[in-house]
Antibody, heavy 120, light 107 residues
Framework: QVQLVESGGGVVQPGRSLRLSCTAS????????MHWVRQAPGKGLEWVAV????????HYADSVKGRFTISRDNSKNTLFLLMNSLRAEDTGVYYC?????????????WGQGTLVTVSS | DIQMTQSPSTLAASVGDRVTITCRAS??????FAWYQQKPGKAPKLLIY???SLESGVPSRFSGSGSGTEFTLTISSLQPDDFATYYC?????????FGGGTKVEIK
């Protein structure tokens, strides 16, 4: 069955960096676009970034543009999110999610999430 | 960016009730639209895609309708497992955007 497992979350000071990982199994990872979606405590869902199936294109929410970088290693079935210059408002659970196809689209499968807390 | 407005934000209902949740897009998105269910402490789960297509394994009491700017999620007979928060999403254009959520509570 499809599994997406996030890791790398934790407590980090404002201005510091963190890299999240998402390891995929149970489907052909290299055939699907992948997303990061986050959820602040007690709040709704916020789309963060998407990467095309082959890594050839990426897009970001304005709130993270220039600070976050999405990437993937198809040889290791792994998605990454490098988060720089972290702010308190970046605190939340970060989910990776697969697209329905090669690029963007609806989110078929989701990981369990990893919690990022930005605090001094 | 396309804004998604869900209503109501909270809904109290009883088991067996018919429940309807509405989502409005700030501009036409054709049928590039999905619904998700989220339970506390869990990841969202896809229910409906392309506005009205039921995801595999989702009970048939869930249905979606609409196109353009107005969309509806209907639960024909609410079950105990359906008490959760529901989110709409447009994926017609980037940035993808979600509605604010509708929490379905026990009456």
């Amino acid at each position: 069955q499809v599994q997406l497992v996030e890791s790398g979350g934790g407590v980090v000071q404002p201005g510091r960096s963190l890299r999240l990982s998402c390891t995929a199994s149970g489907f052909i990872f290299s055939n699907y676009g992948m997303h990061w979606v986050r959820q602040a405590p007690g709040k709704g869902l916020e789309w963060v970034a998407v990467i095309w199936y082959d890594g050839s294109d990426t897009h970001y929410a304005d709130s993270v543009k220039g600070r976050f970088t999405i990437s993937r290693d198809n040889s290791k079935n792994t998605l990454f999110l490098l988060m720089n210059s972290l702010r308190a408002e970046d605190t939340g659970v970060y989910y990776c999610a697969s697209s329905d196809g090669y690029t963007s689209g609806w989110n078929i499968h989701w990981g369990q999430g990893t919690l990022v807390t930005v605090s001094s | 960016d396309i804004q998604m407005t869900q209503s109501p934000s909270t809904l109290a209902a009883s088991v067996g009730d018919r429940v309807t949740i509405t989502c409005r897009a700030s501009q036409s998105i054709s049928n590039w639209f999905a619904w998700y269910q989220q339970k506390p402490g869990k990841a969202p789960k896809l229910l409906i895609y392309k506005a009205s297509s039921l995801e595999s394994g989702v009970p048939s009491r869930f249905s979606g309708s609409g196109s353009g700017t107005e969309f509806t999620l209907t639960i024909s007979s609410l079950q105990p497992d359906d008490f959760a928060t529901y989110y709409c999403q447009q994926y017609q254009s980037i940035p993808l955007t979600f509605g604010g959520g509708t929490k379905v509570e026990i009456k």
